[in-house]
Nanobody
Framework: QLQLVESGGGLVQPGGSLRLSCAASGFPLDYYAIGWFRQAPGKEREGVSCVSSRGGSTVYSDSVKGRFTISRDNAKNLVYLQMNSLKPEDTAVYYC???????????????????WGQGTQVTVSS
């Protein structure tokens, strides 16, 4: 049974940092790219970042480029999202996700992800 569990969210002041973790189980993590998404209140879920199956390729949305860094440790079945220089507009529930097609090792379009964790809340406020 595929399972994704996010952790590491919390309350942080503007300009602060957080590191999110995504623990994966029930599938061969090293066969898949992994994405991070977020959903703010009243807004649609948006793609934030993606890392290819071996970590050699990454994708970032324009809104987080230069501030967020995605990485993965396949040996530990973990994917991370390091978030620096946080802004109030980064406030959202953050989700990790897996593409729907078996063996999607590269970062596909955001619409191609279809398995999600339960999310972790990130609140940026003074």
């Amino acid at each position: 049974q595929l399972q994704l569990v996010e952790s590491g969210g919390g309350l942080v002041q503007p300009g602060g940092s957080l590191r999110l973790s995504c623990a994966a189980s029930g599938f061969p993590l090293d066969y898949y790219a992994i994405g991070w998404f977020r959903q703010a209140p009243g807004k649609e879920r948006e793609g934030v970042s993606c890392v290819s199956s071996r970590g050699g390729s990454t994708v970032y949305s324009d809104s987080v480029k230069g501030r967020f860094t995605i990485s993965r440790d396949n040996a530990k079945n973990l994917v991370y999202l390091q978030m620096n220089s946080l802004k109030p507009e980064d406030t959202a529930v953050y989700y990790c996700a897996v593409p729907g097609r078996f063996g999607t090792w590269y970062c596909p379009g955001w619409a191609d992800f279809d398995s999600w964790g339960q999310g972790t809340q990130v609140t940026v406020s003074s």
